[in-house]
């Protein structure tokens, strides 16, 4: 405790990166993954592909990954560029499949009827597949979200800050009090933004309620 | 008016939908197309609206085809109405009411009075239209399916065995309240079922079909029970079955309905 109020400056500007870090990443693959997921729950052919294309590029290794972005596009090494763009591909993998299950999910009686009551092929997407296939994607975007912010450590290992500095730093001066205050960050900046995520969506999708007034 | 003419639906599978069917429905009735699964009718409904392509023939609303008219416009001119509503689970139910107007782009408070309206008119408390479809009963979800597709007034109601997923007295109960509607309003209606009963309960003119869509035999519900064409169709209507066999006996000063079981049906004035 001592330490943590010791160095409240340093733990509030590493916390401050940290979520410069994991936000673009999260914003990044709830973008990116809708067209390709909506693809891949169209067209069953593609979607395979697609399906093993992602869960592939989410086995690559965290470390190899860091190195190599920055051959493929350019940035410096210790660049937060480097740490968005390989959290934000990781993002993406995750959220192809939640996706893709998401506007599967959506039932296609729904669909048809929308259709026969004069839905046009926009409004139908906008009003109806998108806010049906919500609760899935939100849950796949928990998952991505939760993931990146404890992901965002490994940047450390880099050299680019946020809380994972506290782990590095603290395993090799061998401060244990850091060691501990960097898990415990992580993991609560993890819960506020899932919650946050749980009232975005309680927001958006009342009828998800179970108790919407009776 | 609707009129198919010599439609036919062949799938790419080579399966046949319907063959060279042909109708003609007049303005301000209600016909109902009834048969057991398979048998077509809700292609033939379905391609009133173009949710189904004719894949030869063509249909007519007071004599337009219906081939050159715009999809979605189309759609948005005829009352639609499917089995447990339909209705859109994430909108409100006054939502799912206005569905249609607000698609044309008119959605001010005039609009929302109006689905209220509607809400009464189906014999619905107004109070409910801010629930969501989950919260309301089979019956209560299905008047909120005929509120919706009144919204627009339509000329045109396209009814696809609507009241099939509700039980036999709230399924009466809803029966007799589109009848009621109808003397009302005096809308086309197109109603498919299975159920025969429902058929001649409702229809001015029942469509009797078999398989592929052919028609068994067309005529007033009193038509066809008088003088069924052939076999198929006086065992669809159950005409040789107890059911349907009646005769009256004299009891004291009574005269009582009974079946070819003996089973009393009812009493005669």
Redesign the interface.
Known sequence: MTWVLNNLDQIRTLLAAHLLLCLPPIVVSLLAALPIGVLTARRPGIGRFVRTASSTLYAVPALPLLIAIPLLFGFPLRSTATVITALSIYGVALMVGSTADAFSSVDPMIRQAAVAVGYSRTALFWAVDLPLAGPVLLAGLRVVAVSTVSLVTIGALIGVSGLGTLLTDGFQRGILAEVLTGIAATVVVAVVIDGLLLAIGRLLMPWTLKDVAR | MIEFESVSKIYPSGAIAVEEFSLLIPSHSVCTLVGSSGCGKTTLL?MV?R?VTPSSGRVLIDSEDIAAADA??L??SIG?V?QSG??????TILDNVI??PV?KGRKGSATRAHGLELLELVGLDPAIA???P??LSGGQQQRVGVA??LAADPNILLMDEPFGAVDPIIRRELQTELTRLQTELGKTIVFVTHDIDEAFRLGDQVVVLRSGGHIAQQGTPEEITSAPADSFVSDFVGADLGGRRLHAITESDRTVIVDADGKPLGVLR
Not at chain 2, 86 to 91: N, Q
Request: glycine share 4%.
């Open positions: 379905r609206n949710m979605v416009e759609r948005r639609y499917l339909g209705l859109l689970p994430h909108r569905t249609v698609l801010t629930r969501y989950a919260q919706r597709a």
